[in-house]
């Protein structure tokens, strides 16, 4: 089974499981576009200026 979607994305949450029976309203997944993520978040003062508008890996 082939499954097209409308945008272009990342799966962020699965729905579904094997031999589960769904129907036509029901969401599949979650997809999201993660090309471009604002984060906001604590850091010390004194780290203000190595940090100013850098790249960084968010991890979970």
């Known amino acids: 089974l082939v499954l ?7 799966i962020i ?17 979650t997809i999201a576009d993660l090309s471009n993520l604002w984060a906001w978040c604590d850091v010390y003062e004194k780290d203000l200026a190595v940090l100013h508008e850098q790249f960084a890996k968010v991890n979970r």
């Open 13 to 29: 949450k699965q729905n579904i499981s094997a031999g589960k029976i769904v129907g036509t309203t029901e969401s599949l997944y």
């Open 4 to 10: 097209r979607v409308p945008q272009a994305g990342t």
